[in-house]
């Protein structure tokens, strides 16, 4: 042995690479020994911009300039490249930042009812073969009774409550409220029969109003819209919350 040292470098280097055309940072491993031209070559395929078009810049991994990589026969090895680095592709054929991810500038493709029914293969007619969801004739027809059904039990329930009336609502999955029956019958923002009710604490979701349209009076945050079978009329007092002992 002569005492010499040798220095093996590793024969590839992981890159960022960002370009002037998108503000996504690719990591790829690329080969010290290829030269400027065939690391374009590569990068056209991962940037989308033409090799003949590209204009490159050397960045070190605290993105400081190093360098232009400007000599196609060169070497990538040859600068000073390492792993965590950053080259920089720059467009010089005209392409704008954002514009192979803005879809803004893409023709919306529009099908219409009739060209969608007549097409074989869709979810539409996958669903009408094996008779699921709304083309189960069966199943909706049981379903639309039950909801109607389930209707009537609401309207007979709002007939046996009156505004005035104290009442305590139970909501699933929510606590016991108490509070003030303040109207009771149909509304414009959904179907069906609703109880309007001012609960004894801020525990509600309006002031008596709901998109735009008032029902009844009531403080901020006191009011609510509810289904009659969750609303229990009866002798229920109202709390002061000790405001007596002020």
Not at 47 to 60: K, N, Q, Y
Not at 119 to 133: I, V, W, Y
Request: glycine share 8%; charged share 30%.
């Amino acid at each position: 042995m002569d005492g010499s040292i040798s220095v093996i470098t590793n024969p590839s280097v992981n890159v960022r690479l960002t370009t002037t055309i998108s503000s996504f940072v690719v990591t790829k491993r690329f080969d010290r020994g290829i030269s400027i031209a065939e690391l374009k070559g590569k990068l056209e395929m991962v940037v989308g911009v033409p090799a003949s078009s590209m204009d490159l810049e050397l960045f070190s991994t605290s993105d400081t300039l190093l360098q232009k990589l400007d000599n196609d026969n060169a070497l990538l090895g040859s600068y000073p490249v390492d792993d965590d680095c950053r080259i920089h592709v720059i467009d010089q054929s005209g392409g704008q930042l954002g514009e192979f991810t803005d879809v803004t500038k893409v023709e919306k493709f529009v099908m219409s009812n009739e060209s969608y029914e007549k097409r074989p293969e869709t979810a539409r007619s996958f669903m009408k073969k094996q008779c699921l969801g709304r083309y189960n004739e069966e199943e909706m027809a049981r379903k639309k009774a039950e909801s109607a059904a389930k209707e009537e039990e609401q309207k007979a329930a709002a007939e046996t409550i009156s505004v005035g009336d104290r009442c305590q609502v139970q909501v699933p999955g929510q606590p016991t409220k108490f509070g003030t029956v303040m109207f009771v019958g149909t509304t414009d923002f959904k179907p069906g029969h609703w109880v309007g009710v001012k609960y004894d604490e801020p525990l509600g979701k309006n002031d008596g109003s709901c998109e735009g349209k008032r029902y009844f009076e009531c403080e901020k945050n006191y009011g609510a819209f509810v289904k009659p079978l969750n609303v229990t009329v009866g002798d229920f007092p109202e709390e002061n919350y000790g405001l007596d002992e002020m």
